[in-house]
């Protein structure tokens, strides 16, 4: 009789354990189906173009909360991406572009007949650009690392190539700054600004 009482503990003692997998079974499916769901919906929004862009005004923005880029492939087939940061002030207290960065390869992102993809995945956080034409294929990563101001550019080519960088400083002219009447560049700026100091402890 004893022994016949512990055989039923250990039977209902596995049912509920093989019931208790099973719940874990289901909650895991469950969350498995949750998670491709939500993927697939967020995939639905990705930004998607299929031809270069003329200027920075056709560019993708992409940044961590503080190192930002707005990224681009202009006609002629150079990657191209504005670089900003969020303690980039300026004298007249705009946040400033630091400069643009042009990337060059030996075979161009972008020429008449290449098949032309351009994404932002906003699962990933990364801009994937790719081309490809009969003789050459390449294939772009771009993103911003969300720990440090690190700008990651990984390119890939079917065959071997050079790729030109180079930093363009675009801000060399004079441009007229909100609420004065004159033109300045950041230099002019400052030498106003330090001229007005040097007056103000002159009169005290």
Same mark, same amino acid.
């Given at each position: ?5 512990? @055989? ?31 993927? %697939? ?34 006609? !002629? ?9 969020? %303690?980039?002030? !300026? ?7 630091? !400069? ?19 994404? @932002?995945?906003?699962?990933? !956080? ?18 911003? %690392? ?59």
């Amino acid at each position: 009789m004893k022994q016949y009482k512990e @055989l039923r503990a250990m039977r209902k003692t596995t049912s509920i354990i093989i019931a208790a997998l099973h719940c874990l079974t289901c909650l895991s499916c469950g969350t498995e189906k949750a998670e491709t769901k939500n993927q %697939d919906t967020l995939e639905r929004y990705n930004v998607v173009w299929t031809t270069p862009s003329k200027d920075q005004n056709g560019s993708m923005p992409i940044g961590n909360g503080d190192l930002a880029a707005n990224v681009w492939v202009e006609p !002629g087939g150079d990657l191209v991406f504005y670089l900003s940061k969020s %303690d980039a002030w !300026g004298g007249g207290q705009q946040n400033l572009k630091l !400069g643009r960065i042009r990337i060059r390869l030996e075979e161009p992102l972008f020429r008449e007949g290449t098949v032309f993809k351009q994404e @932002l995945d906003l699962e990933s !956080g990364c801009i994937s650009i790719t081309s490809m034409n009969r003789e050459h294929q390449n294939s772009v990563l771009f993103w911003i %690392d969300a720990m440090q101001a690190v700008v990651n550019v990984e390119i890939k080519g079917s065959k071997k190539f050079r790729a030109e960088v180079a930093l363009e400083m675009w801000r060399t002219q004079g441009a007229r700054l909100y609420g004065e009447g004159r033109w300045h560049t950041a230099l002019d700026r400052l030498k106003d600004l330090q001229g007005q100091r040097a007056m103000a402890t002159q009169k005290s």
